[in-house]
């Protein structure tokens, strides 16, 4: 049976539109007051990304990150919860920071950090390398979408940066009440310190020799991204080793 040309030539637009929808979201939708961002997709099973479409396919994702004043309702969210009066770090120093990262299910999504001001421009330059190497990042969300609990968090696997908490066991600031580190994929990649892992569900990856794309290692993409933009990696530390942890002052 012969098909007209016109018939072609729609089936063809509608195939180009539709691949066109698989590509990397623009800026994240804003969020009615009170609301929380939706988790990004994961996959049960993390395996080796695929390799990236040849130049000039349609289905190349684009690195896009914005650092933005944080919306006056998800400062309302973090007061009490992420953030409070005594923090060394004010909310007006404080910035979200919207980026791209390939998901474990090797789709592109945009996450959310809060960043110092200071460190938004290098997290921006280190995560566009991080995303140029295809490494996958099971999700990234404001720790306030854990009710400000750092244990909640890495129990979720989940990549994030500020959070006003002291170092465990002592009085002083974390890096993280600056908003001056981050963590990645704290489950593959827990701190491990004096035998204790945390957290402590990932106990079985504080072997390093184990294979897993999500890993991190000395000399390895992400070490190097952030090596780039002048941050240190706590799995360079002499004595306990925090290997989900990059900092800008190496702390």
């Excluded at 969300?141 to 002592?170: H, K, L, W, Y």
Aim: include cysteine; charged fraction near 20%.
């Amino acid at each position: 049976m012969r098909v007209s040309c016109r018939v072609v030539r729609a089936v063809a637009v509608a195939g180009i539109l539709a691949a066109g929808c698989g590509g990397l979201p623009g800026a994240a939708p804003a969020l009615r007051p009170g609301t929380v961002s939706p988790a990004a997709p994961v996959s049960r099973v993390l395996t080796p990304a695929p390799p990236a479409p040849a130049r000039g396919g349609s289905a190349v994702a684009v690195y896009r990150a914005r650092t933005s004043a944080i919306p006056a309702w998800m400062r309302r969210r973090m007061i009490g919860v992420s953030w409070r009066p005594d923090c060394p770090a004010g909310l007006g120093r404080l910035r979200l920071l919207r980026l791209s990262y390939w998901g474990f299910d090797h789709a592109a999504h945009q996450g959310q950090l809060i960043v110092n001001a200071s460190a938004a421009r290098p997290l921006a330059r280190a995560f566009r390398l991080v995303f140029a190497a295809r490494y996958p990042i099971r999700q990234m969300r404001v720790v306030d979408v854990f009710g400000g609990s750092d244990e909640r968090s890495m129990r979720a696997d989940n990549t994030s940066a500020f959070n006003c908490r002291q170092i465990p066991g002592t009085t002083a600031w974390s890096e993280h009440a600056y908003g001056l580190a981050v963590d990645i994929n704290p489950s593959q990649n827990p701190e491990v310190a004096g035998g204790a892992v945390d957290p402590p569900a990932a106990a079985a990856w504080a072997d390093r020799t184990r294979h897993s794309p999500a890993i991190i290692r000395h000399g390895d993409a992400v070490w190097r991204a952030f090596i780039a933009v002048d941050w240190q990696w706590g799995g360079d530390w002499a004595t306990a080793k925090d290997y989900q942890h990059f900092s800008a002052n190496g702390r």
